[in-house]
């Protein structure tokens, strides 16, 4: 499959899977990304925000002509004095995926020194539960944080770790795959059962999602898929992948919230096959 893929009409994608040649500012996608729009960051699935995560996951190079706007915009938005973070019975109530992926954007992108970047890391180190993840649920009991609001700001942390060396971001990054490994990933601590029948589908892009690809390429970033709990989600994921060593997926997309770029469906999605194919390929499941 990655040999297919190094046949890509997107120099991004070959440059993923190998193509050492090929320049990911030539890509159509990452021409459109880098467009930043006059609009609020947050607007799903078109504003800054995404697209920064979207250009740091396509390996866009640091230092990139016009990156320095976006990431101005993101880190403006996010670094407002007036955002305040409720905290009720001892734990903060924070949807701490957009700090995550702005952090894991930064860090990939070469903007990891900006101290607004450290002050964004310092509060999800300050916000995390002592289960290791994050939740913004008002009403949440206490006893459990969110896989979708933990996943995001954990990637973000171990991107920061791997940019800077700070080992209380990687710190933060292992609490939280500890935390997927206690449930398998996907599985209930009570019966054993799926959470959530769309954790066991592969998304690209995941946005603020959690799914098992998400959560395979933490544990992937942080050198633990040989963990004997992680076994059930890389069989899952398996499972996942078709005759033709394409992998079927789902996309997170709505035709209310349209994405910039045009990432393909299902197993037409290169970005969902490759990081697939590498977490297996880690794993030593090819």
């Avoid at 905290?87 to 992108?109: M, T």
């Amino acid at each position: 499959m990655i040999e297919r893929l190094l046949h890509s009409p997107d120099p991004a994608i070959r440059r993923l899977a190998g193509d050492e040649s090929a320049d990911p500012l030539e890509s159509p996608r990452v021409r459109t990304l880098l467009d930043f729009p006059d609009a609020h960051p947050y607007k799903k699935w078109w504003g800054t925000h995404w697209r920064l995560t979207a250009l740091a996951d396509l390996g866009v190079p640091a230092g990139a002509p016009g990156l320095a706007s976006g990431v101005e915009m993101e880190l403006a938005w996010l670094s407002s004095p007036n955002r305040k973070v409720p905290k009720i019975n001892g734990l903060f109530r924070r949807c701490a995926s957009q700090e995550g992926n702005c952090v894991y954007a930064c860090s990939k992108l070469g903007f990891s020194r900006d101290p607004r970047v450290g002050r964004l890391v310092a509060l999800l180190l300050k916000w995390q539960w002592p289960d290791g993840g994050w939740n913004c649920d008002m009403k949440a009991s206490g006893q459990r944080s969110s896989f979708h609001e933990t996943v995001t700001p954990a990637l973000g942390l171990a991107a920061y770790h791997h940019a800077t060396g700070d080992s209380d971001a990687l710190a933060g990054a292992i609490r939280s795959a500890k935390l997927l490994l206690e449930h398998r990933l996907f599985r209930r601590l009570s019966t054993g059962n799926t959470i959530h029948p769309a954790w066991i589908v592969p998304h690209f892009p995941p946005y603020w999602h959690y799914d098992i690809l998400q959560g395979l390429n933490l544990l992937a970033v942080l050198g633990l898929l040989g963990d004997p709990r992680a076994e059930d989600a890389l069989n899952a994921l398996e499972k996942c992948r078709r005759a033709d060593q394409r992998f079927s997926g789902a996309s997170w997309e709505s035709a209310k919230q349209r994405d910039a770029v045009d990432w393909g469906r299902g197993p037409e999605n290169d970005m969902l096959n490759l990081r697939a194919e590498a977490i297996l390929l880690a794993a030593g499941r090819l």
